[in-house]
């Protein structure tokens, strides 16, 4: 299919050069029609479909309707979500065009309806895996804006048929319960009067119902043509099977629970709403209108995913007769913050964003502020992988609009005890910003609130133990320290400078102040730079892990990594990472570092060590992916490697076995080169099969390795979660009663703020509500959670965060 076409086909309804600057779609989609008859005239493999081509051309229309039910089939058989989805819709617009027959599409809904209801059932089915039962009755509901007044109007009984099956199956389902996924953690997720995506989805589709099916969302351009459309031949989809319910191996409740959690896995919910903004920013909107741009918001993110420009000019293009500036602002904020896992990498939201603001220069930079204002209201309650997701992605932002903010608003935080919510979270992106720029551009860009310097952290800048200032404190130190940059400087070997460490500083000083003295002055030597860094522990890991031959050494050296770069957290991340990759540090030693009581104490206040925690873990995790990753790439090419290898031989071994007789002797008829030739690509194709079939063993022995490493690491990690939670929890009372953490704190991080104030210029533009933050009038009520209690609501918050995003890993090692 020629790009013309493709971008014929995208631009219809826009104003642009393709169509002459003309806005009528009707215009549009007769241009798009000729260009496809042409195409179609060379070409048999265009499989778009606009149902003026079935009044012409029967066949090719019925070629389109075989291919899509073959490509349904195939994706509910691989369980291709998007595809699944996508293509009910697509059956729909299919029927608007009088291509496919109502009755058709009917029968396809009550097949998956069934398949459905045989998942829920106990005997016959498999209830852990109501997510993909719950799944096709959503793409049922989700294809109806599109569908459902033509269903409406043509097969009125057999469609009130399939309206009572879905009416049934959520009768039977079990509401589904997602606080651990909910961003904020509030008691709301708990009460049984709120609505799962199911039964929200459900309760929007009745609405419109009752309106009559109509939609103003969802373009109907196949009415202009109704006249025409008439005409032509509907042809019959084929029935779709469904994949039969994977049956409960077990009664147990455990292995129930990890067949639900794969269940989760491969159908999770698409969609967690962020109410960020009052409902009155979207008083115009019915509740499908709402629902409908979420999905076209949701596909473009899907479709344009590594083009986010071409994503941003069609996210602000959308054909609806209503603003949704807010609603896309909540949708973004929905995807970048979902849980367990967004659909994409963050980078591509922080990306899309900034373009958004771009495009929308007078509208949406005023709609981001006031998400990140409603955001920052709630920071407290909100979890703690979203919170460090929000930090990570508000101090991108900003490195992308010179930093500025006002930040006058927030400099009540500074009043605020150092464990608040509030406080930490803007201490971290000043942090994180400084990062992306330098010190002196953050603190200037926070001169207007000059309170805020006191939670900048220091200037970043290495702390030396053995400099010439300080010589003379420790003289054997700074003697020592400087023969070692000189025995580096003459580019002596790691042999020599081992033997003198063994010869010159263990006998008489002992092993750790060798430790401190080596480790501070390669961390000097390399302290210029990343690059300078990586360059001295890849030429010097050698003497380092001489050094630290046991875990007690090791943590004695990322207490010396601490101490060097105290002013930059950073950088500790960055040494203690590297080293971990070289093995100079194992990632036990690093999880009992972390939950040292030194660090323990500082995790409620920073980031610092659930930093180098999270590299540890996520490193090892990484390693085990990729290995299993290579493992299934050589165990697919090893069966075409055996048969080329096979085959190669028996073509040499046939050349061979013909022969003649020459003078009364037998020789080879073959030609010798020919033979010649036959042999090195025998041996070739049996050498490559020997390589990946000794690849693969020593992949799975590494693989194998690797998975009794992370069974260690997840039970050292989780062991240490509940020995300091076991030391620092309140008690359970006599009754069984849990101690509510927050109870001292009803209003934590809330601003009382003045309603008749006058407020920024952001209430009616970006979706601040009449709460926003009046222009330098912040007045704080007292956080009153205590500090043992915001520790351990903080500890919570991260053991939750890496239970939820290694449970995967954690399910796995517990069924090996």
Same mark, same amino acid.
């Given at each position: ?44 493999? +265009? ?27 195939? +994706? ?56 993909? =039962? ?10 109806? #804006? ?47 009067? &709120? &609505? ?30 109704? +006249? ?8 019959? *989809? ?6 039969? #319910? ?10 129930? %629970? ?41 596909? @473009? ?31 973004? *904020? ?55 997701? @929000? ?47 330098? *010190? ?30 300080? %010589? ?17 400087? %003459? ?55 001489? @050094? ?32 971990? %990759? ?30 180098? @925690? ?69 041996? &070739? ?15 799975? =022995? ?76 912040? &007045? ?33 090692? =517990?069924?090996?």
């Amino acid at each position: 299919m020629s790009a013309g076409w493709r971008t014929l086909l995208l631009r219809i309804g826009d104003r642009c050069p393709e169509y002459g600057g003309s806005t009528d779609h009707k215009e549009h989609i007769e241009t798009c029609y000729g260009v496809l008859c042409r195409e179609y005239e060379h070409s048999k493999d +265009a499989i778009f479909e606009i149902g003026l081509i079935n009044l012409e051309n029967e066949d090719f229309a019925k070629d389109i309707v075989d291919m899509t039910h073959a490509n349904l089939q195939d +994706a509910l058989h691989n369980e291709n979500r998007d595809r699944i989805r996508i293509l009910l819709r697509f059956l729909c617009g299919l029927m608007c065009s009088k291509v496919v027959l109502p009755n058709s599409i009917i029968e396809t809904f009550e097949t998956l309806l069934s398949s459905a209801a045989t998942i829920l059932d106990e005997e016959t089915g498999n209830p852990s895996w109501q997510p993909r =039962a719950d799944f096709y009755v959503y793409c049922i509901l989700a294809s109806l #804006p599109w569908g459902g007044s033509e269903l409406f109007e043509q097969v009125p009984d057999e469609f009130e048929r399939v309206l009572v099956g879905i009416q049934s199956y959520i009768s039977i389902r079990r509401h589904f319960d997602d606080i651990a996924f909910s961003v904020f953690e509030t008691d709301e997720g708990n009460s049984p009067n &709120k &609505k799962d995506f199911i039964e929200d989805l459900w309760e929007r589709i009745q609405v419109l119902s009752r309106n009559g099916w109509k939609v103003k969302s969802v373009p109907k351009p196949h009415l202009s043509f109704e +006249a025409q459309l008439v005409a032509g031949v509907s042809h019959r *989809f084929s029935p779709i099977s469904c994949p039969p #319910p994977t049956i409960l191996q077990s009664s147990s409740e455990i292995v129930k %629970g990890q067949e639900k959690h794969e269940a989760d896995l491969k159908y999770p919910q698409r969609l967690r709403r962020l109410h960020i903004f009052p409902t009155n920013k979207a008083e115009n909107m019915q509740p499908v209108d709402r629902f409908v741009v979420e999905e076209c918001i949701l596909d @473009l993110l899907l479709f344009f995913n590594g083009c986010r420009k071409e994503c941003a000019f069609y996210l602000v293009s959308l054909p609806v007769p209503f603003r949704y500036e807010y609603l896309m602002a909540e949708t973004i *904020f929905s995807q970048l913050l979902l849980l367990p896992s967004p659909p994409f990498r963050p980078i591509y939201y922080t990306l899309v964003i900034i373009d958004l603001c771009k495009a929308l220069p007078a509208a949406f930079p005023s709609v981001v502020i006031g998400a990140v204002h409603a955001l920052f209201d709630r920071i407290s309650n909100m979890d703690m992988e979203c919170r460090t997701r @929000l930090i990570l992605w508000f101090s991108h932002h900003l490195s992308n609009f010179q930093f500025i903010w006002p930040w006058q608003e927030w400099a009540y935080v500074k009043d605020l005890p150092k464990w608040a919510p509030q406080r930490v979270f803007v201490q971290e992106v000043l942090e994180r910003e400084i990062r992306l720029s330098y *010190f002196d551009k953050i603190k200037q860009s926070i001169e207007d609130a000059a309170e805020l310097e006191e939670l900048l952290p220091p200037k970043a800048g290495p702390n030396f133990r053995y400099h010439t200032d300080e %010589g003379k404190e420790s003289p054997d130190g700074y003697r020592l320290s400087k023969e070692l940059v000189g025995m580096v400087r %003459g580019k002596k070997t790691v042999h020599d400078i081992i033997s003198w460490i063994e010869e010159q500083i263990i006998p008489a000083n002992g092993a750790k102040f060798a430790l401190d003295v080596v480790s501070h002055t390669l961390l000097d030597i390399g302290s210029k730079s990343f690059t300078h860094l990586i360059t001295v522990l890849e030429r010097y890991y050698q003497i380092i892990s001489k @050094l630290c031959p046991n875990e007690e050494m090791q943590l004695l050296l990322m207490d010396e990594v601490s101490a060097y770069w105290k002013n930059s957290t950073q950088m500790i991340a960055i040494a203690i990472d590297r080293m971990m %990759g070289y093995r100079l540090i194992s990632n036990l030693a690093i999880v009992k570092w972390v939950f040292s009581p030194a660090s323990v104490d500082q995790f409620h206040v920073s980031d610092r060590p659930w930093e180098i @925690l999270r590299n540890a873990v996520s490193k090892t995790y990484n390693r085990i992916c990729d290995l299993r990753k290579e493992i299934q790439t050589l165990r697919k090419g090893l069966p075409a490697a055996k048969e080329a290898s096979e085959k190669a031989s028996k073509e040499l071994e046939e050349a061979k076995s013909i022969i003649e007789i020459v003078d009364g002797q037998s020789v080879p008829s073959e030609n010798p080169g020919r033979l010649r030739r036959l042999q090195v690509r025998a041996d &070739k194709t049996k050498e490559e099969e020997v390589n990946i079939e000794e690849s693969l063993e020593a992949k799975e =022995a590494l693989l194998a390795r690797g998975l009794e490493e992370s069974k260690e690491l997840l039970r050292l990690l989780f062991k240490s979660f509940v020995d300091v939670l076991t030391e620092r929890l309140p008690p359970v009372s006599a009754d069984g009663e849990v101690p509510n953490l927050r109870a001292g704190d009803p209003n934590a991080d809330s601003v009382t703020r003045d309603p008749e104030a006058t407020t920024m210029e952001i209430d009616d533009e970006n979706g601040a509500d009449n709460d926003s933050h009046p222009n330098g009038q912040n &007045k704080k009520a007292g956080h009153n959670v205590g500090e043992l209690e915001q520790w351990c609501l903080c500890t919570l918050g991260y053991l939750k965060s890496f239970s939820r995003q290694y449970a995967t890993e954690w399910a796995r090692i =517990a069924m090996a």
